[in-house]
């Protein structure tokens, strides 16, 4: 079925009421392993679907892509083993909390696609927003037994956007390649589940806006599934909440989480990263390493690591966390080779994303184009 031929007898999404709307809160303690709120929320109920039209048109498309949402409208050009209806799995709900509540209380559609061939291109997803308005998309991707490369652009020009992705794969491997390029308010959503034998390897960079909340969970709960997960959120004069939440409910399950984060010129980077191992989750591994890097005075940048295992059958654990100021000796000696400040600056959070992302196989070298292209505000 096409999407223009889907009618409302298969719209088939969560949605809420006002006044339930009004009743919840952004953030609850479960949500974060720390009290405080670092996502400035004041912004987003400023510029909230309660005060913003709902609507916009499409903005001028430079990514080609296999899903398209700009403004309000969807297109779809996909290859050969991908189906696409209306609906979600149903893994996220408007109920959870006050920007999810924004999200589907904007929402118009959400799509659904079901890919049952591997890809030998990456499936491209653009999410968009030119005008200011407050404006939802929504896609959720089931693969089982398929190997598939993924590629989401998530890029907010003006007014508040919101993007939720939710992911099922079973016997599938997965590579993920997210890269958010904000100048307005954004909201990001990827909640992935990954049943027996499922293996994602995913890399997310995201340049901050005015403020960007970017959260990713991850649920393994199949036997022997695994996590590689790397992310670089970056503030360059910008704000950028970058939450990980890693739950390991699968026998023989892995994961290793890793975020390099950068602030600079009076930006700030904040990375939440949780990881829990759970009672059944015997003979697994997981690990959480953060750090930021605040590269000049009046940068903020937050490292928030938590690690809780609750199964005495536990192969490895580990955490670690660090803030520190840039390595003023490093400087030195790449101004000695005859860089200047800001090209050392640049040089040396490259060579970092390089390594981050050197885990990719497929979209390795789409990973490192797009770090050349988002700290290019460095220079």
Request: glycine letters at 8%.
């Amino acid at each position: 079925m096409r999407p223009n031929e889907l009618s409302k007898e298969h719209l088939s999404f969560p949605s809420i009421t006002r006044e339930t709307l009004e009743k919840l809160t952004y953030q609850k303690y479960g949500d974060s392993p720390t009290i405080r709120s670092y996502t400035k929320w004041k912004l987003f109920e400023e510029n909230s679907p309660l005060t913003l039209p709902t609507e916009a048109k499409a903005g001028e498309g430079r990514i080609r892509a296999n899903v398209l949402f700009s403004g309000s409208e969807s297109k779809f050009d996909l290859p050969e083993g991908v189906e696409v209806e209306e609906g979600t799995l149903g893994l996220s709900r408007p109920e959870e909390s006050r920007i999810l509540g924004f999200h589907f209380y904007a929402l118009k559609r959400g799509y659904r696609l079901r890919i049952t061939k591997d890809l030998l291109e990456p499936l491209v997803i653009v999410s968009h927003l030119s005008e200011k308005a407050f404006v939802s998309h929504h896609l959720s991707i089931e693969a089982e037994n398929v190997n598939v490369p993924i590629i989401i652009y998530d890029i907010s020009e003006k007014g508040a956007k919101s993007l939720v992705v939710e992911l099922r794969l079973k016997n599938a491997e997965a590579e993920i390649l997210t890269v958010g390029n904000h100048v307005s308010l954004s909201h990001h959503l990827l909640r992935a589940t990954l049943g027996d034998g499922a293996k994602v390897k995913a890399f997310t960079i995201v340049k901050g806006g005015k403020m960007s909340h970017h959260r990713e969970d991850y649920s393994l709960e199949g036997t022997k599934s695994e996590l590689i997960l790397r992310g670089m959120p970056i503030g360059i004069g910008s704000a950028v909440d970058y939450l990980t939440n890693v739950l390991q409910y699968g026998e023989e399950s892995k994961s290793e989480t890793k975020v390099n984060g950068y602030s600079h010129r009076k930006g700030w980077v904040v990375h939440r990263g949780v990881a829990k191992v759970f009672e059944k989750a015997r003979g697994s591994s997981s690990e959480v390493s953060s750090h930021v890097i605040i590269m000049d005075e009046g940068s903020l940048g937050v490292s928030v690591p938590m690690l809780e295992v609750d199964t005495g059958e536990i192969e490895t654990a580990s955490h670690s966390s660090s803030v520190a100021q840039f390595d003023e000796d490093a400087l030195f000696y790449l101004r000695s080779r005859g860089l200047t400040r800001e090209e050392a600056l640049s040089l040396f959070v490259h060579s970092i994303g390089e390594a981050l992302s050197d885990h990719l196989e497929r979209l390795k070298a789409k990973a490192r184009s797009n770090i050349i292209e988002l700290i290019k505000d460095l220079l």
